[in-house]
Structure formats: C-alpha cells, structure tokens
C-alpha cells in the first residue's frame, strides 16, 4: 500500500470522528469544538503531506528526464 494510501485512510477515520462528535447531542457546542481542534488540524497536516510528497515525485521525475536527456 502506497503512503499517500494510508494518509487518505487515516483521513477518513478522522473524518469519521468528526462526524460522530457533531452528531453526539449531549455535547455542547464548546465542547464539539474543543474536540474538533486537533481533528482539524491533523487532517490539515495529512493533507499537507500528501501534497509534499506529491511535489517530491513529481521534481524527482522533472529531474530524471533532465537528466536521461
């Protein structure tokens, strides 16, 4: 499985965590939001990386066709 696979994965179990605090009635709204910071921010970071490693593949690629010419 391919890294930037099991950062989507981990995304939507994240995302599935999300959605169970917003749908918990018995929490209030500081509360869900509390909970919902390091969610948020966790997702950013993934997604963040994802795109990294995307921009690593694709210089490594401009690099070695350079480099084959």
Do not use: F, W
């Not at 499985?1 to 965590?17: A, D, S």
């Not at 948020?40 to 593949?57: D, F």
């Amino acid at each position: 499985m391919k890294v930037e696979e099991c950062i989507e994965k981990y995304i939507e179990e994240l995302e599935g965590e999300v959605m169970k605090i917003l749908s918990d009635p018995k929490t209030d709204k500081k509360t869900k939001n509390l909970a919902m910071k390091p969610l948020v921010s966790r997702k950013k970071i993934l997604q963040n990386t994802i795109e990294a490693l995307e921009l690593v593949e694709r210089v490594h690629k401009e690099e070695m066709q350079k480099a084959g010419r």
